[in-house]
């Protein structure tokens, strides 16, 4: 079992920026591929960005490609979501994720993920 905790989250102005923190309770990031997904209201949990367990492998949604920069801190037990430019489209609720097994891929799709976050709000005002 591993327990995520995502923070970092709050409100913010558009344009402004927000850093997203994932971490592991008794267990270190650095061996699990790690995603960040978002949940806007009435809308379905969609993809943000990815990162192997490696590092060399990342992946970004087209919508926020350029604005968003996912990482992984030098400890290696927490990963990072550095958000810039923000939009009033980015408003959602931000969920990390951890696939079941150690290792993994920079992986978009929802279904290689087992472990999640309970989410942090971000709320970007116009």
């Known amino acids: 079992q591993v327990q995520l905790v995502e923070s970092g989250g709050g409100l913010v102005q558009a344009g402004g920026s927000l850093r997203l923190a994932c971490a592991a309770s008794?267990?270190?990031?650095?061996?699990?591929?790690v995603g960040w997904f978002r949940q806007a209201p009435g809308k379905e949990r969609e993809f943000v960005a990815a990162i192997s367990w490696t590092g060399g492998s990342i992946n970004y949604a087209d919508s926020v490609k350029g604005r968003f920069i996912i990482s992984r801190v030098n400890a290696r037990n927490t990963v990072n979501l550095q958000m810039n430019s923000l939009k009033p489209e980015d408003t959602a609720v931000y969920y990390c994720?951890?696939?079941?097994?150690?290792?993994?891929?920079?992986?978009?799709?929802?279904?290689?993920?087992?472990?999640w976050g309970q989410g942090t709000q971000v709320t970007v005002s116009s």
């Open positions: 008794g267990r270190t990031l650095g061996s699990y591929a």
């Open positions: 994720a951890v696939p079941g097994g150690l290792g993994g891929s920079a992986w978009s799709s929802e279904a290689m993920y087992t472990y």
